[in-house]
């Protein structure tokens, strides 16, 4: 135990004394986040201003009432909905008094249910602001998600499905719909602000940097040949890894609260819960950390495992939406979840919507798993710096 | 001390060593004397622990000696031919590191430390970053690092190699001083002056395996014990071989137009007589050059081949 504290004890000090830890860790990462966020600023400064959508709907149809429903549904800014005749609804577009004018046509619903193409008209006002091309995106959103349950009835038709059954299948299917609104549906940041997003995006990108200073210090210790000396001393060689792994595991979790911390505070973000929050980064550091394991095991040289390192970086880091949110359905959507560094922006994204301990099982539950994985994998992987 | 038996270590096709047994005596200076890719390291790094071997064994102090083995490794202090040190670290910083892994604390650490130091004459750069010695101050270090805990049994590899003379010359010293306070010595070199003037006994190692073994003296009688004189110059060569041939102490006399290769024995008392007969038969002499047998002569009998590339 005590040359396991020796060893992590020094290897701390070094990396302190030459500060690229600072630099990898901290420096850039906040710089980053400044510099993001003042692009992020800019499309936030936009006042949203309250807009009037006069709408005229097929009396009766409860689909195209669920359609027009959603856009009260919109917090971001008030929508007020007239419903009007069908000639009106463009005539006041044209007069001005509305900036968007929807028109469900009869038999809406219908040709939903059975599959058909439903079209509906709109109507924007002259110089159309982003406020009507929200209201337009969210029924947009609606209308791709009633379309998907027209798939739903043709396919059922072909395989016998009574079609009375498959009406309420298509009812159902829209009704139940989840609340449409902007921000929702990234795979990475299901509640935080951009900012928010982006300042765990950013600890989430670097910490895979960060963790890099301790394990890969194994393949600069080969390389240096200090790594001789240490396998002659009067200790396990299992302690040299598990002392690496340490110092990562330390420079990870110091470096992550420090950006979560500056970050929270410069950006006015609140990640909710400290006690859920600890959780997140003690669990992400620790898949972090397998990583880097995986890469010691395989790197010959210092220089290939930093190369590796930053790959994987990128490579994660920009599909957990450190950069921009992104985005995926289906498998590809599945892959990305699996994602540690998204694990933990959306872990964030719960407890800053409120969520506590109890709620961040899922996120908690992949970066372990991760973390296990990545263990088990660099102990199959055979050691490329074993022969020193 | 320690015991090496049939170790084998292979690296895909190539058998690095193939082989190997020795075992050093207490208090005892053992070299390693060979050219490079002789095995020297591999069998170094096999009996420091640092890896397996393919097969065979090692004791140290009587203790099973192996990668994961601890307490063997307790007896013995390595230092590496490729520098083993931090360059973020101070001199003291890296002894201090070493010394704590080696189970050493507190005071007795300070002054074991400050002792070394010492010796290794970095008494007074001890404070700085070891990035920025010479390298002779940083092979000093490397040897300091090694010898810090007093091990019963020091393994230097190559430990002069790219080392200006006057710190090979303090190197040696040194090595000389801790073998007569009594540490066993395991040193491996490919410097044939070196095993010469350290080594109680001397290993000739090459292509993996120990190729002969024993004090200088011994080596030196397996190329036959004999000595060469040249003699080059003008005049009857022909008539001064055929006069030299007669000559008790001259074995062979090989004439090579202007110069004739004489094998003696014991040149030192044959040199008079072969320089007064070569004269007499109207040879008029240019130089006359005597050649001892050393362990270069021994590599070159065991071996075919020169000891340094
Ligand atoms: N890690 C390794 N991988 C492959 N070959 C090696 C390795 N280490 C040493 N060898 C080979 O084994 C042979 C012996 O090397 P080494 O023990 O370093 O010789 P020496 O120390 O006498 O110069 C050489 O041919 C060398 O190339
Ligand atoms: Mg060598």
Redesign the interface.
Known sequence: MRQLWTMTASDLRQRVRDRSVFIFGLVVPLALMFVFNLTIGSTNDVALTPITVSVSVPAGDQLAATLVAALGQVDAFPITVDEVSADEAGARVRAGKAQLAVVVPDGFGEAVRQGRPAVVDVTEGNGSKIETQIALSVMQGVLDHLSASAVVVNAGVRSGVAQARLGALAEQAATVMPTVNLTEGKASSEQLSPSGALVAGQAGLFLLFTVGFGVLGLVAEREQGTMARLRSMPMRPGLIVAAKGLVSYILGVVATTVLLTVGSRFFDVSFGSPAAVAVLVLCAVAAATSLMFIIARVARTAEQANVAQSILALVLGVAGGAFFPLGATGLAGRVLDLNPIAAFTRGLGITSGGGGLADIGAPVAIMLGFAVFGLAVSRLVPDRGRDL | MLVASDLVRR?GDLTAVDGVSFHIDPGETYGLLGPNGAGKTTTI?II????PAHSGTVTVAGQPMG??E??A??S?G?V?Q????????SAR?NLA??G????MRGKPLTRRIDEVLDLIALSDRAKDATKEFSGGMKRRLNIG?GLLHAPTLLILDEPTVGVDPQSRNAILESVEALSGGGMAVLYTTHYMEEAERLCDRIAIIDSGRIQAEGTRGELITLTGGLDYIRLTGEGQIEAAATALRGLDAVVQVVADRRLLTLTVRDAPAAVAGVVTTATAAGMTLGEVEIVRPDLESVFLHLTGKALRD
């Open positions: 690296y790094s420091a622990g640092l890896i990668p994961r601890v307490d490794k307790r013995i390595l590496p490729d520098l083993a040190i931090y360059p973020e670290l910083e590191f070493f704590r892994l080696q189970g690092i």
